[in-house]
Structures are given as C-alpha cells and as structure tokens.
C-alpha cells in the first residue's frame, strides 16, 4: 500500500507572459519549473495559454502560431525530463476538423512526458471575452493521480459553471477528485478580486474539494492581469494567497489529510490602490512589449495630465518621460506654473510650445476665406474650441513621430462618456491610461499618490477643471458636477440599469430627472467618438470595449 504524504507541496508559477514572444515564455516556464524542482516541489502551476500569452484573438488559428506553440510544449517536455516535479502549462492545441477552431489547452506533463491533455469546457462570449468564436469545447473531463491523491483540471471559465449546462467541476467530482486545479488568465476590474474569491470559495466548498487557482499578472494590450493566486479548503476557507499584480512562484503547502490551515482573509480592499497598480503595471508593459523607448504626454496645468505624467514616471522612470505644455489664448499663467512644477517635482524633461502663433495663423487664413476684414471678428465656435486641442495634438504627434515616443491620451471616462473630447485633438494617442477611469477616481488616485510623495501640486488639485479654449471656461459650464455625473455614468453603464431605474436610484440624491436623461443622450449620442480612442487600460466592471454598443442607434430615440 503506498503511503499517502502528509501534504502536497505545490508551486504557483504566477508568471507575466507576452503573446507571441515563444522564446521569453519557454525560457520564463522553465526557470520556474527547475526552481520549483530544486525546492522540491510536487506540482507547478502555470496560468491558462502560458505558452502563447492570453488573449491571443484570431492568432489562435492561425496555423504556424499552434504549430510554434506545441514545438516549445515539446521543448520544455525535452528540458524537463530528469525532473520529478509534475507541471502544469497552458497552450492552444490543434481542434479536431483542419481549417476549424482549435482549443484552449492544459498540459499535465512528468519526466518529460504528456501525461495527460484537458481542454477547456466553458468558453464565454460576454464582455472582453470572444473566446466561443476562436476556440472549440472540450468533449472529456480527465484526472491524474499524484502521490496517491486524484487531481483535476480546469482552465479558466469552467469554475464559472452556474450559468451553463455543462458543469465541469461536478462532473470531476464525480470523478473522485480531492483536489481540482483551475489555470487561469482573469483580467483586473475593481470588483473582479471580491468576485473571484466567491466563486472559489463556492465552488472549493459545495464539492468538498481543494481547489488550487493559478492566475496570470501583467499588461496585454488593454487588459491588466492582477495575478492574486489562491487556494481554498474544502471548507470554503481560503488559505494562501499570492501577492497581486507582481510576478512570482508562490509556495503552498496542502495538508490534505492533517490540521486545518489558517484562513487569510482578503479583508477590505483599498480600490483606489488597486486601481492605481493596475494602471502602472498596464502603462508598463504596453511600452515594455511594444517596444517604446520613450512616451510623450501634454501636460494641459489639469488634474488628468498630471496624473498620467505621474503615472508614466511611477511606471517607467523620469528619463523616460516627456512633457510637454502648449499654451494657447486663452491658458491661465497658473496653467503653464502648474505644469512646470510638475515637471521639476517629477523630474521629467519639460518642453514649452505655445500654439498661441499657429492659431493666429490658421484663424487668418479663415477670416480670408470668408471674407472677413479681421480675424477678431470671427465668433468664438466649438470649430474654434476644437482648433486648439487639434494644433496640440499637431505638435505631440511630431514629437512622437520625431523622436519615436509613444503619445499617452490624458482623457478620462466621464469625459469619454459625454463626448467632452475632441477627435483628432485630446483623443489622439497611442495609449489612453484614463480612459476607464471616472474624474472623481482621478481626484481619488492623485490623492493616494501624493500620500507616498507629495508630487503633484495642490493648486492642480484643487483648481476648477476647464479645458481652457474659451475665455473663463469651466466643464461645468457644458457638464453636472462630476460627483453626479459619474454616479450616473455608473449606474448606466456598468450596471446597465434604464433610465427609470437611475431615476429612481438617484432621485433620493437630488439629482433630476432631467441632468439624467441628458446625460443619457449624450452617451448614446457619442458612441462614434468612443471608437476612435486609442486602446484604454481596463479597471471598471465596464469599459468601453465591453460594451459593445451600435454606433447607429435610434432606441429610445424621438
């Protein structure tokens, strides 16, 4: 009779892969498995597509990026034949009809061999999530069994089983499992911490089970992956817990059949906190892995832009970092002074051109045009307003084309939201870090940040947000106060609630029934500029790219 362990020790390889990069990856997977092989490990645990990077779109059926993926499965096999430990990777496997969809993948592998390969089951289709129209689904639920103790696997959404008819954690139970392993790659949103650890703790309890999750950190495109790996008892209880938003290998030691392990609790999270890691880690692997040496950014003397300059030096470091201020007409000396302090607190190098000669210049040749004795004589018009955030982002883009840096849009979301932005003017960039931020976050982030070091001015914190195209400009002179605005924005948006539910919500508020269904309009009415930002960084149940709205859309319309 083989003698059961006292505990299985078992290591989470919370690792931040880039899609594509095979060579980083492979190199990257097997660092953690000769690691976790001389710590004398049982198991190693990777996140779900390790091998590729998640999410990888249409490259998962694009034939020489599979065939390239399973030729480094086999050359970690090959690298890890004389290990004991047993590991665990995600890759994408060939599906079963040539030109079709292939799958989403597991692989168990020990002395180098495949032991055992299980396709993720449930593939959802709903917010950032495509997965049904790249992969197929599993059609078999596998087991293995180390050091006498049965284990299953499961990738990602399958843990996520109440909405759909196929449960792959039941049926795994039934299987005898006594512990089950989910390989997953679940990006940031602020609530998504609370909702995974339900869904653990759920799942680990009403089966009875371990339950073993193994999540990705880092930066794709527009997503941000928190990591924060975790394992709950068969109480429900979670045990241990990785650190989030950091890379590591994370050692937990399971004493399936002895004493009960201590709870650690996730207590009260600090959003904002949260909010602003993501941030950070999303602007630093967007240029990371794209490559850029340097970013650009137009600090305006306003709350977004200087948050996003601190940001990008947080992220990056003060060499890399450029600002720039571009006052026109109608900018306050304090805007430009702001600005300059900024700069000098954050170290960055700091650059002055005034558009105030080029719009001079351009509103002459309008007045010439129509016929007008003097350009003074022109009304001022939202042409006007916009002419001026378009020579600024005439004079950022140079740059960015000049110098090879990446341009980084300072918008936020409540502004997005409303269309309180300029196509081709503020909206240009390469980046936008606020985009998925409400103003009053912003307010709430550069007041944490200015905790750790007191960087951004309190004059900029405290000013009246204007876009300064305008004599005496405010945004509230077009826009609610943002404390109304973005509990609005919240409540359509993420919440999808109908106007008759906001009302009825935020009547007790003093909010009006008329500010609500304006903003409403606005909303609906801005959905083309929304198309045109650059990729935002996700941190809202809701973004922009979740939504998926018509542009064309007359419900609700006269």
């Not at 590591?248 to 004493?259: A, D, G, K, T």
């Not at 924005?489 to 009825?504: A, F, T």
Request: with cysteine; proline share 4%.
């Amino acid at each position: 009779m083989v003698k059961q362990p006292k505990t299985l020790e078992v290591g989470i390889a919370q690792i931040n892969p880039t899609v594509g990069d095979f060579n980083l990856n492979q190199h990257k997977i097997i660092d953690y498995i000769s690691q976790a092989e001389k710590s004398k490990f049982d198991l190693v645990i990777f996140p779900e597509l390790s091998i590729c990077g998640y999410p990888v779109w249409d490259l998962a059926n694009k034939k020489s990026f599979v065939e390239t993926n399973l030729q480094v499965l086999k050359n970690i096999c090959q690298a890890t034949k004389s290990y004991q430990i047993t590991s665990i990777v995600g890759f994408i496997d060939f599906g079963k009809k040539k030109n079709g969809k292939n799958k989403n993948a597991l692989a168990v592998i020990r002395n180098g061999k495949i032991i055992l390969v299980q396709h993720k089951t449930l593939l959802p289709t709903y917010d950032v999530f495509l997965e049904e129209i790249f992969f197929e689904p599993a059609s078999a639920h596998h087991t293995f069994v180390l050091n006498g103790i049965k284990i299953g696997t499961s990738i990602c959404e399958d843990i996520w089983e109440d909405a759909y008819p196929v449960k792959p954690v039941k049926i795994m139970k039934r299987k005898g499992i006594q512990v089950l392993i989910n390989i997953s790659a679940s990006p940031y949103h602020r609530k998504a911490p609370i909702a995974r650890d339900d869904i653990v703790r759920k799942r680990a309890k009403e089966n009875k089970i371990w339950l073993i999750y193994a999540n990705q950190v880092g930066g794709q495109d527009d997503l941000v992956f928190d990591g924060r790996s975790f394992v709950a008892d068969p109480r429900g209880k979670v045990v241990a817990r990785a650190k989030p938003f950091r890379e590591e290998l994370f050692h937990v030691s399971i004493p399936l059949y002895e004493r009960k392990l201590s709870e650690v609790l996730l207590g009260s999270l600090n959003e904002i906190q949260d909010i602003y890691e993501a941030l950070l880690l999303g602007i630093r692997d967007y240029v990371e892995k794209n490559r850029f040496q340097k970013v650009v950014i137009g600090l305006s003397g306003g709350i977004d832009s200087a948050l996003v300059a601190t940001l990008a030096v947080d992220a990056l470091g003060c060499q890399r970092v450029i600002g720039v201020t571009m006052p026109g007409v109608y900018s306050s000396k304090g805007s430009y002074e702001d600005s300059e302090i900024l700069a000098k607190n954050l170290g960055i190098e700091f650059r002055k051109y005034p558009i105030t000669p080029l719009y001079q210049a351009f509103l002459e040749q309008v007045a010439e045009r129509k016929e007008v004795k003097n350009k003074t004589a022109l009304p001022m018009t939202l042409a006007n307003e916009n002419l001026q955030a378009r020579m600024r982002a005439l004079e950022l883009m140079y740059v960015s084309n000049d110098e090879g840096c990446l341009l980084l849009s300072t918008g936020n979301k409540s502004e997005l939201a409303m269309g309180y932005c300029t196509i081709y003017g503020d909206m240009c960039g390469g980046l936008a870090v606020l985009g998925d931020v409400y103003k009053t976050d912003v307010y709430r982030i550069a007041q944490y940040r200015n905790q750790i070091s007191k960087v951004i001015p309190k004059t900029i914190i405290e000013k009246a947000p204007s876009a300064e195209l305008r004599p005496n400009q405010k945004d509230q002179d077009s826009l609610p106060p943002y404390e109304e605005l973005d509990q609005i924005l919240e409540l359509y948006i993420e919440k999808n609630m109908s106007e008759k539910e906001i009302i009825h919500s935020l009547s007790q508020k003093g909010i009006s029934k008329e500010v609500i269904l304006d903003t409403i309009r606005k909303i609906e009415h801005n959905e083309y500029k929304r198309r045109q930002t650059p990729p935002l960084i996700r941190v809202t149940e809701k973004a922009w790219f979740g939504r998926r709205m018509p542009i064309t859309n007359r419900f609700g319309k006269s």
